[in-house]
C-alpha cells in the first residue's frame, strides 16, 4: 500500500511508522531516507519515460607531467565520443542526514 507526497511519487506507508526513538521510520529506514529514496524513484521514472537513460559527454583534453625516479613524464589524455550510462539504475547507498544551518 502506497501514499503519495506529490504526484507520482509513492511512499510506503509501512516506512511511515514511529520508531522507539521518537524518529520517523521502520527498520532502520528513516524519514529523509524516503525523502531520498521518493525523489530518485521519481527521477528513475522521468529518465525511463524521456529516454535518457545515456547522456553524452562533451570532449576533454588534459595534459600532465609527473616526476618519477628522476624522469619527468609528460602526456596528453584526449577523451572523444563520450558517454554517462545507466542514469535508470541511481539508487542511494548508505543512511541520510539532514542537518540546520546557521545561515545568520
Do not use: C
Not at 30 to 44: E, G, K, M, N, Q
Not at 59 to 84: A, Q, R, V
Amino acid at each position: 500500500m502506497f501514499i503519495t507526497l506529490q504526484p507520482q511519487i509513492p511512499i510506503p506507508v509501512n516506512t511511515m511508522s514511529t520508531t522507539a526513538g521518537g524518529s520517523q521510520g521502520r527498520d532502520n529506514i528513516t524519514l529523509p531516507d524516503v525523502i531520498v529514496d521518493s525523489a530518485l524513484f521519481y527521477i528513475r521514472q522521468k529518465i525511463t519515460i524521456q529516454g535518457r537513460d545515456e547522456i553524452a559527454l562533451p570532449p576533454s583534453t588534459h595534459e600532465f607531467s609527473e616526476k618519477k625516479l628522476g624522469i619527468t613524464w609528460t602526456g596528453t589524455l584526449i577523451l572523444t565520443n563520450g558517454k554517462f550510462v545507466g542514469l535508470q539504475t541511481i539508487q542511494r547507498v548508505g543512511d541520510t542526514t539532514l542537518k540546520s544551518l546557521d545561515v545568520s
